[in-house]
């Protein structure tokens, strides 16, 4: 999971993390595309990446492109619903955008969806 403001990731982190853990996932959160760059390094796989785009510039969308171009899907989570958005999600290769506040069944069934299941 992405954000870039770190009370919010941490609130929001709180949260998704106890859900998705719940549900047999395990979470890796950060407020730095380094990390995450990190992250998608061998020996480490990124399944699926949650993106935050609160109080992100527009150089999210460049970090999107790699997810996509390395196959690794994602989901970005807006504040708000705007066509912008959503259009610049669907051209970085987001699988779905979804507005806060997150409807926590439909993210569960995306995520179950996408993955086919916990491991």
């Known amino acids: 999971m992405i954000n870039h403001n770190r009370r919010n990731l941490e609130l929001l982190t709180q949260l998704l993390t106890q859900f998705l853990e719940r549900h047999s996932y395990h979470v890796l959160a950060t407020v730095s595309l380094e990390a995450v760059a990190e992250a998608m390094s061998p020996p ?52 779905s955008c979804l507005t806060k506040p997150l409807v926590m069944k439909e993210l569960l069934r995306l995520v179950w969806n996408l993955l086919g299941g916990a491991d």
């Open 44 to 95: 480490h796989t990124i399944k699926l990446a949650l993106i935050d785009i609160s109080g992100c510039d527009a150089g999210i969308w460049t970090f999107c492109q790699r997810l996509h171009q390395q196959q690794i899907p994602f989901l970005v989570i807006s504040p708000r619903q705007q066509a912008a958005i959503q259009q610049a999600s669907t051209m970085s290769g987001a699988i």
